[in-house]
């Protein structure tokens, strides 16, 4: 059974980066497409990227040069980070397998002073 | 970005009663490799979310078959047939044929 699971910082400060990791189990990284999503109070969701099989990425415009998605096959593991975080960053965020099978718990994080 | 307009925004039944969700898309949602990257999620409430139809009307496994979805090119819809209690959370529309992809805003199913 694939399993994924997010981890991370609860708390970031303004203007910092927010680091997220995602471990995957049953299933390799090297397989399929590995994405972030992310939820706002209030219900909106933003996909907001993904790393493929072979290392390629692809990040959505709206986060501009701010996101990077990086892996370590070696750990089955891919990691977030976003840059220059703002309180309009608060969100839960998740990952997931391709397009949305499964999806991760989600770890909420909220950006503030 | 490829605007998706989800109705309702809520929806009350009872159980038992049947359920549409509607999904309308700014553009085909018709990949160029001729599929319809247009999939059904559900978030329960305090749950993580979870995929219950994609390519438009492919069931995941396990989903029960009172899900059903249909539509093309623009107009989408999410059907049970019958509601049950663990049915309640919100649905969203996504697509992944247009880059980059783009959710529903929402419909919050209540049990009446």
């Known amino acids: 059974e694939v399993q994924l699971q997010e981890s991370g910082p609860g708390l970031v400060k303004p203007s910092q980066s927010l680091s997220l990791t995602c471990s995957v189990t049953?299933?390799?990284?090297?397989?399929?497409?590995w994405g972030w999503i992310r939820k706002f109070p209030g219900n909106k969701m933003e996909w907001m990227g993904y790393?493929?099989?072979?290392?390629?990425?692809s990040y959505n415009p709206s986060l501009k040069s701010r996101i990077s998605i990086t892996r370590d096959t070696s750990k089955n593991q891919f990691f977030l980070q976003l840059n220059s975080v703002t309180t309009e960053d608060t969100a839960t965020y998740y990952c997931?397998?391709?397009?949305?099978?499964?999806w991760g718990p989600g770890t909420m994080v909220t950006v503030s002073s | 970005d490829v605007v998706m307009t989800q109705t309702p925004v809520s929806l009350s039944l009872a159980i038992g009663q049947p359920a549409s969700i509607s999904c309308k898309s700014s553009?085909?949602?018709?990949?160029?490799?001729?599929?319809?990257?247009l999939s059904w999620i559900l978030q329960r409430p305090g749950q993580s979310p979870k995929r219950l139809i994609y390519?438009?009307?492919k069931l995941d496994s396990g989903v029960p078959d009172r899900f059903s979805g249909s539509g093309s090119e623009t107009e989408f819809t999410l059907k049970i047939s019958r509601v049950e209690a663990e049915d309640l959370g919100v649905y969203y529309c996504?697509?992944?044929?247009?880059?980059?992809?783009?959710f529903g805003g929402g419909t919050k199913l209540e049990l009446k």
């Open positions: 996504w697509q992944a044929t247009h880059f980059p992809q783009t």
């Open positions: 997931a397998r391709g397009t949305g099978s499964p």
């Open positions: 390519l438009v009307s």
């Open positions: 553009q085909s949602l018709v990949h160029s490799d001729g599929k319809t990257y």
């Open positions: 790393i493929s099989y072979s290392g390629s990425t």
């Open positions: 049953g299933y390799s990284i090297t397989s399929n497409y």
